[in-house]
């Protein structure tokens, strides 16, 4: 009995250590914390799964803190039907660690993600082919769980204050663009030519004041975009 409780203590160590596996190797060290902190928006993800219907006709528009921050969702892809899964901060690397509780392991019409924090012109900035490597370890995980669902991936918004690093930003995009290129199923939506304004940078029109988030003006511009990839990939409401 001892040697089992012992071992009990130590699963949900294991169990992070077997999920930070594919992490570190794509990175130097991810800490535990820098995952885990995510705990509680997750757990309200869990509540969201058991109480709200979903089905075939679900769009499932998943990713970071656009993502979250979009009120409007539900009118903005209309007639389609929105389940929304977002949260502040989200990185590919604990996007992959929580996928089990942020997809439901059943059909949807099609599922969309923008998860933009890998690069953000920081010292801890993971280099695009490590995004590339961790976006193709996503891509695995929704194909156990959701063989057949058509996945789009959302092109990260070029922004005003993440400027400095577009180069990174782009150079990972591309890698994602090329290799949905090669892959049934998996699609690539373009949006930096949204919000770049004549002379070629982020137009300040879309966003809030921090420069980062979209506005309801961008949001709107944001919208026909990716419902106009729905449209030309045969995902219709």
């Not at 903005?76 to 996928?99: E, H, I, W």
């Not at 005003?160 to 939506?189: D, M």
Request: charged letters at 25%.
């Amino acid at each position: 009995m001892s040697r089992f409780m012992n071992y009990a203590a130590l699963v949900p160590f294991l169990l992070v250590s077997v999920a930070f596996q594919s992490c570190v190797s794509v990175s130097e060290y991810v800490h535990s914390e820098e995952v885990l902190v995510w705990e509680r928006d997750i757990a309200v993800f869990d509540s969201l799964n058991r109480a709200e219907d979903s089905g075939e006709e679900t769009l499932l528009v998943a990713g970071s803190s656009s993502i979250r921050l979009w009120d409007s969702i539900h009118t903005d892809l209309s007639p389609y039907k929105v389940m929304q899964r977002g949260y502040g901060g989200a990185k590919l690397c604990d996007f992959n660690y929580y996928t089990e509780r942020i997809i439901k392991p059943h059909p949807f019409k099609a599922i969309l993600l923008f998860i933009a924090n890998d690069i953000s012109g920081g010292e801890q900035d993971r280099t695009p082919e490590e995004v590339f490597r961790l976006y193709r370890m996503l891509v695995k995980q929704i194909r156990d769980r959701n063989p057949g669902t058509p996945v789009f991936w959302i092109e990260v918004t070029p922004t005003p204050s993440r400027w400095h690093a577009v180069g990174q930003i782009r150079e990972a995009g591309e890698k994602i663009r090329r290799y949905c290129e090669r892959h049934p199923g998996l699609h690539f939506i373009p949006t930096g030519d949204v919000f770049l304004n004549s002379e070629g940078l982020p137009d300040p029109i879309y966003f809030r004041e921090d420069m980062l988030h979209l506005n309801r003006t961008g949001y709107r511009a944001w919208s026909e975009r990716i419902l106009q990839a729905l449209q030309e990939n045969g995902i219709v409401p």
